[in-house]
């Protein structure tokens, strides 16, 4: 029989671990999106929940190579590892 200690152990590792992040809690580096990009209200800044995740994630790459000129995207890009873009874009496309 595993004792409760251990079970206990368990559940926080697994609660600790970034796929057991509910849905709809935003990754690390996603809030700094909706500054600009409004979920809910139509702005010049073009929404971005909702969008297709490859999309996202092409657009940001392409922001953190310096391939898609900018004055803000380009410098928040090189701020993120290529697995917290990922996260991202994957938080705002299931975003509707």
Do not use: N
């Not at 697994?14 to 057991?20: C, E």
């Not at 929940?49 to 004055?71: I, N």
């Amino acid at each position: 029989m595993i004792g409760r200690a251990w079970l206990a152990s368990l559940a926080l590792l697994a609660a600790a671990h970034p796929s057991a992040r509910a849905a709809d809690e935003p990754p690390p580096g996603a809030a700094s999106c909706s500054g600009c990009h409004s979920a809910t209200v139509a702005t010049a800044i073009p929404r971005i929940a909702g969008r297709e995740e490859k999309e996202l994630l092409d657009r940001m790459e392409a922001f953190r190579s310096g391939q898609q000129p900018s004055t803000v995207m380009v410098r928040l890009m090189k701020g993120f590892t290529p697995s917290e873009m990922r996260a991202i874009a994957g938080y705002w496309a299931a975003q509707k």
